[in-house]
């Protein structure tokens, strides 16, 4: 009827079993679309519902039976992602969304709903590597700047400091979180932020490095002249 047919037509396949008295599950129904999901037709799993087992990913198959038990043991809503594999070997992802239910005759209904969530996984993975490589050059650019002499920081648009290597921290005989966040003003005395800051808004009109000489005081009070190279990165 038209139930079916919209059922048909969804991405998502809705499911029902039911186990019998003797322990053994039954299929009740499976939409059509469970073919696209598997690459199976759903009447491979209408004489024995234990069947969908067999498609799943060996890996899975014991977290699989796990959490499936668990739902069915506490009769509540769950949820389980999982791997299946395709006739032809390929592996996809899968979403089942659990509702069980006891019935009047004291049976036991699960009505559930099968998604393929595969481009999700997908994206994830990448995501997962893109900021994996993203620390690991953070991490090699970090040891980098603590393993030289040189004095090294970075500031964003407002003058803030984002970064400061171990050198500069050492040189001013602060710890580095000391720096953090600050503006030249909340640094150093007013007169050399507010050369700083002329510097710093030199160099965010251009796109080249330039190299100034400029003024600031150490720890022991003494103005002192540093060669500086600066330059903007976007």
């Known amino acids: 009827g038209e139930t079916a047919?919209?059922?048909?037509?969804?991405?998502?396949?809705?499911w029902s079993v039911e186990r019998d008295a003797a322990g053994a599950w039954h299929l009740r129904y499976c939409s059509p679309v469970i073919e696209t999901i598997t690459g199976r037709p759903a009447s491979m799993f209408a004489g024995k519902?234990?069947?969908?087992?067999?498609?799943?990913?060996p890996d899975d198959q014991p977290a699989y039976v796990q959490q499936a038990e668990r739902i069915v043991q506490r009769v509540e809503p769950g949820v389980i992602e999982y791997r299946i594999l395709w006739p032809d070997g390929a592996i996809r992802w899968v979403r089942d969304s659990l509702q069980p239910r006891q019935q009047e005759n004291g049976t036991l209904r699960i009505d559930g709903v099968c998604s393929d969530i595969t481009g999700r996984k997908r994206a994830e993975a990448q995501w997962h590597e893109t900021e994996?490589?993203?620390?690991?050059?953070?991490?090699?650019?970090?040891?980098?700047?603590?393993?030289?002499?040189?004095?090294?920081?970075?500031?964003?648009?407002?003058?803030?400091?984002?970064?400061?290597?171990?050198?500069?921290?050492?040189?001013?005989?602060?710890?580095?979180?000391?720096?953090?966040g600050k503006l030249d003003v909340d640094i150093w005395p007013a007169e050399v932020a507010e050369s700083l800051r002329a510097t710093d808004v030199k160099v965010?009109?251009?796109?080249?490095?330039?190299?100034?000489?400029?003024?600031?005081?150490?720890?022991?009070?003494?103005?002192?002249?540093?060669?500086?190279?600066?330059?903007?990165?976007?």
């Not at 059922?7 to 809705?14: E, I, Q, T």
């Not at 519902?49 to 990913?57: F, G, P, S, V």
């Not at 009109?205 to 540093?226: C, K, M, N, S, Y």
């Open 49 to 57: 519902a234990e069947r969908w087992l067999e498609i799943i990913h």
């Open 5 to 14: 047919r919209m059922l048909a037509s969804v991405s998502d396949c809705a």
């Open 132 to 180: 994996t490589a993203l620390l690991e050059s953070e991490q090699r650019f970090a040891a980098f700047m603590d393993n030289i002499p040189m004095l090294g920081f970075m500031k964003d648009s407002q003058g803030r400091m984002v970064y400061v290597n171990q050198a500069f921290a050492n040189r001013f005989e602060k710890p580095i979180a000391c720096f953090l």
């Open 204 to 234: 965010m009109a251009g796109t080249q490095p330039i190299e100034v000489r400029e003024f600031a005081p150490t720890p022991d009070g003494i103005l002192r002249e540093w060669w500086v190279v600066k330059f903007p990165f976007r």
